[in-house]
């Protein structure tokens, strides 16, 4: 994602300042958020429990609806008469080949997420059946494992990146209206979305990143500990190990901040897309393969049958359905509202050029189909190994899936493990260091109005700040903290990006009225042409 630095830039954009406003209240408060957990991290624990617990049964409605209104919005944006708007000036070209610009997308989509999840959530779902009420270790199980790793990680995260990178780049580049979250409200706030209330809307975003990039932080920290365990035989579920090794990348990723190395960074970047390929490559050759080929068909068949059922599924009727929504379903949708800003400025970015139909089609659909490929080859090998082989996937104290160590497990099961575990320990490290980069910048970006090569010391400071967050959350409750603080941050960040869908809609009908005025301003000259003494 690093090349978002490569972009060329104007001398205007360049010499912007600091927002002060926007910059000093968000990095006020996510140092006292940081003092505070590292003062009373039980307090802290308790409250956030509390609070997520209210948000959930509250409000959880309201993220299945509005995810899926996401989907259906992108949806009808595409095939409308709006779809061959371009997101830049109508005689503008894309800046990237379809090739390369596809390629910069799936870099957007491997990161950690999908190493820390690719084994883990079909595992969890195979031995804990999601709703339904299948037997665990089941066949039937495993089916339902699959559909719903599928649905978490398929058209709706997308969906909601596609919103957020079509009105960023939609105002940002055919309005000229500025590369930030605010920017998109014109149509809504006026001038006032460069006064107070799209500083706060700018606030929100810089938290909504900040809790978002630090939840896969720690869940990067926590899967390099499970590695170290697995290669050591000590360290898994050290929350001491894991803020050490977040303390060890954050430095990495400050280093290369000031070191000027954005093309390394770019490069290894690049690499490790590679090696991740290769990774499920080699799984999907020494594995089962035609047991995977089964899974990814069978289960895109099972995903696309039943999308909108799970898509509206709230669990209002069984407490215990609701619980499950709530631990993985609400909080999906949750994690991925705090990366729009990240992704969907990323993806504007480098979509200049591109209509909205092209645009739609191609960040929604391409990177689902890498997503659904990756689960289907580790899922489906990881499901394999227990259903067929006889296999014990690893628990923790609990009994439960140990779900940093679950991917270095199934990787023990085949040749080269030796290579393999140290192959995926090292993915996740440089998806850390990246990750913090990509997301600092996004971050310097939104307090430096925009800038997209934001002041290197403010891109720094966001990434120490997104490991102290990531730090203090695993610190005061683990992997059950950084869900309750992503979803807690998405909560207001959600109405956010409604209204962005509401101006970006307004704009659009803007587009209408103006193509008609000059279509009979055209009319008009030519028939005064045509008739100078009259009709």
């Known amino acids: 994602m690093t090349d978002i630095k490569q972009a060329e830039t104007s001398h205007e954009a360049a010499d912007k300042p600091i927002n002060r406003t926007v910059f000093g209240i968000a990095a006020a ?36 609806l509005t995810s899926a209104a996401f989907v259906l919005f992108s949806a009808y944006l595409a095939l409308s008469r709006y779809g061959g708007i371009k997101l830049g000036l109508d005689d503008s070209e894309p800046e990237f080949s379809t090739v390369s610009w596809v390629s910069m997308m799936f870099a ?34 495993a089916a339902l494992s699959m559909q719903w790793s599928f649905f978490h990680w398929g058209f709706h995260p997308w969906a909601m990146y596609a919103v957020v990178g079509l009105a960023i780049g939609y105002f940002a580049y055919r309005k000229g209206a500025g590369n930030t979250v605010s920017a998109t409200f014109g149509p809504l706030l006026g001038r006032r979305a460069k006064e107070a209330p799209g500083k706060a809307i700018d606030v929100i975003a810089i938290f909504a990143t900040l809790f978002g990039s630090a939840t896969s932080l720690g869940l990067g920290a926590l899967q390099i500990t499970g590695g170290i365990d697995d290669v050591f035989g000590e360290g898994g579920g050290s929350k001491t190990l894991a803020v050490v090794v977040i303390a060890v990348l954050t430095l990495c990723f400050v280093l290369s901040a000031v070191s000027g ?107 689902s189909l890498v997503s659904f490929v990756w689960f289907a080859i580790l899922g489906g090998t990881a499901i394999d190994l227990q259903l067929n082989e006889g296999w014990d996937p690893p628990t923790d104290d609990k009994g439960s899936i140990a779900l940093e160590a679950s991917l270095f497990d199934t990787l023990r099961e085949f040749p080269l493990a030796t290579v393999t575990v140290a192959l995926a320990v090292f993915l996740v490290a440089i ?53 309750t603080l992503c979803i807690l941050v998405a909560g207001p960040f959600m109405l956010i990006l409604i209204g962005m869908c509401v101006s970006l809609v307004k704009a659009l009908r803007q587009e209408d009225y103006d193509s008609t005025l000059h279509l009979r301003i055209r009319r008009a000259v030519e028939h005064a042409q045509r008739y100078p003494d009259g009709p």
């Not at 997301?439 to 430096?448: D, E, K, R, W």
Request: overall charge negative; hydrophobic content about 55%; charged content about 10%.
């Open 261 to 367: 190395v954005e093309r390394g960074i770019k490069y290894l970047s690049n690499a490790n897309a590679v090696a991740a390929a290769l990774l499920v490559f080699f799984l999907f050759v020494v594995g089962p393969t035609v047991f995977i080929l089964g899974t990814f068909t069978q289960t895109l068949g099972d995903y696309l049958t039943h999308l909108p059922s799970m898509a509206f599924d709230t669990g209002v009727y069984d407490a215990e359905a609701s619980s499950w929504l709530g631990g993985w379903t609400i909080f999906y949708w949750a994690w991925w509202m705090s990366w729009t800003p990240f992704v969907g400025m990323f993806v504007a970015r480098i979509s200049k050029g591109r209509t909205i139909r092209q645009f739609v089609v191609y960040v929604i659909l391409v990177p």
């Open 431 to 483: 998806f850390f260091v990246t990750g913090a980069d990509a997301a600092s910048i996004v971050m310097g970006m939104l307090s430096q109005h925009g800038t997209e090569e934001p002041n290197r010391l403010l891109v720094v400071f966001w990434g120490v700040a997104t490991g102290a967050v990531a730090a203090v959350l695993l610190w005061a409750g683990g992997l059950s903290a950084l869900q």
């Open 29 to 64: 408060l996510a140092v006292a958020f940081v003092a505070i957990g590292v003062i009373w991290p039980d307090q802290m624990g308790e409250e956030t429990t509390e609070a997520l617990a209210w948000v959930t049964s509250n409000f959880g409605w309201m993220f299945v």
């Open 108 to 141: 957007t989509g491997m990161g950690i997420g999908l190493m820390f999840w690719g084994v883990a959530e079909p595992l969890t779902h195979l031995n804990t059946p999601p709703l339904g009420g299948a037997e665990p270790g089941s066949a039937e199980a």
